[in-house]
């Protein structure tokens, strides 16, 4: 059954779901809603018209969503900013930052201190490092890992499907790889399976169509190339 939940850290018209797990610490703004099989931790902030644990629709590329049945977790400390949306089975760390109106797809992990941005969308079974930053507007594409402290500017666009009228199963889709330490720059475009080695920057505007394996260095251009700086 859901309710009407009343509660002196709970803003107005707030519905949590029979089936949700919530420290008494926690707070909740107005309208917002939190579905079952949600673990909220203490000292966690969530804004107005958020919703948590929403279950995504399942199509004819996405039979396994029908099989999420790890808890969707929002560790300690963990703030989450006006009307963002955090989907069935994503994990959240620790004091992770989530900006207004961000999209936090199924199966997500986020790991501790990462700041999302605002409107960034985080798709399907993505995985961010601790530390690691990704700023507004950007795609973080299905399948996408990120690695600790990495600094990913705005308006990036990943991408795991180069051919998405031949509906693959999301399992099949390769999202691009960024090792430790990796900087994008902003409206930077990277393709399927990219690898990006260790403490690499990628120039603004660039696109990445192959791996990038000289570590602590500098790529920029279309297609990225390696530059020497001097």
């Known amino acids: 059954m ?7 850290r709970h803003g107005e018209n707030v519905i949590i779901y029979e089936g949700a797990e ?4 926690a707070e909740i703004g107005h309208f917002s809603i939190i579905y079952p099989n949600v673990v909220i931790k203490s000292g966690v902030r969530i804004s107005s018209s958020v919703i948590i644990g929403k279950r995504p629709s399942v199509g004819k590329n996405q039979v396994a969503l029908n099989e999420i049945k790890d808890p969707t ?4 400390g963990v703030f989450i900013g006006d009307q963002a949306i955090v989907y069935d089975g994503a994990k959240i760390g620790k004091g992770t930052y ?9 199966n997500v992990v986020l790991g501790e201190q990462v700041v999302i941005g605002t409107m960034v969308v985080v798709s399907f079974s993505a995985v961010i490092g601790d530390g690691s930053k990704v700023m507004t507007g950007s795609n973080i594409c ?12 705005v308006h990036v666009c990943a991408v795991a499907d180069n051919t998405p009228h031949s509906l ?3 399992e ?8 430790d330490g990796v900087f994008i720059g902003s409206n930077v475009t990277l393709l399927p399976n990219v690898k990006i080695s260790k403490g690499i920057t990628v120039g603004s505007g660039s696109i990445v169509s192959k ?3 000289q570590e602590n260095s500098f790529y920029m251009g279309s297609p990225a190339k390696f530059y020497k700086l001097k």
Do not use: Q, T, Y
Request: hydrophobic share 40%; glycine share 10%; net charge negative.
């Open 211 to 213: 791996d990038l394996d």
């Open 168 to 170: 693959s199963v999301r």
């Open 98 to 106: 989530l900006a207004d109106k961000c999209l936090i797809r199924e």
């Open 73 to 76: 977790l929002i560790a300690e």
């Open 172 to 179: 099949e889709h390769r999202g691009p790889v960024l090792s």
């Open 2 to 8: 859901e309710g009407i939940v009343k509660n002196h």
């Open 142 to 153: 299905g399948n996408m890992i990120i690695g600790e402290n990495v600094f990913v500017g």
């Open 22 to 25: 919530i420290d008494e610490s």
